[in-house]
């Protein structure tokens, strides 16, 4: 944080490391609502990503599980089986809204552009991979074109077809 911000945007202010898992659930309880973490797959964009559910007002936080109006980021530390089951997961859960880490779709559907994305990345670029596709040639092999309204699909999608792809080698 003091090496990318301003001294003035951090000020006054005190880092508290994480001292607490939520791997297996964990529940905030206020006085007037409880909140729950839940861990809706080991790994999705981030090993790190949970989402928290409040029953009270029907609405999940997901975070950078479901992203909205942008192409999401796929990572070298991604898991795209892992990313697609958390999604099947929240839906699971039928929320009336879902909160997104990118975007302002709120409804209880926003989470279906990213699960089709996904399914189209991992079943195409499977694909290409068992069809041994030069990875120069991925993106023609690779039809995402559909996505291509989103914001930033032009370079997160080249980035995600490589990342999984390369991901594919080393199995």
Known sequence: MKKSLPLEVYKGTKIIYADTLVDNGYKIKGTQKTLEVIKLSETSQEKSDIAIYSKDDDFLY????????????????????AWIEAIHNLVKIDAKCLFTGHGNEYDKNSYKVTLEYLQILRDNGRKAYENDVDILDLESHVNTQKFNYLEHFEISNRVNIK???NQLLWE
Not at 62 to 81: A, C, H
């Open 62 to 81: 997901v975070g950078n599980i479901v992203f909205t109006q942008r192409l999401v980021s796929y990572k070298e530390s991604s898991d795209i089986d």
């Open 163 to 165: 990342n999984y792809y």
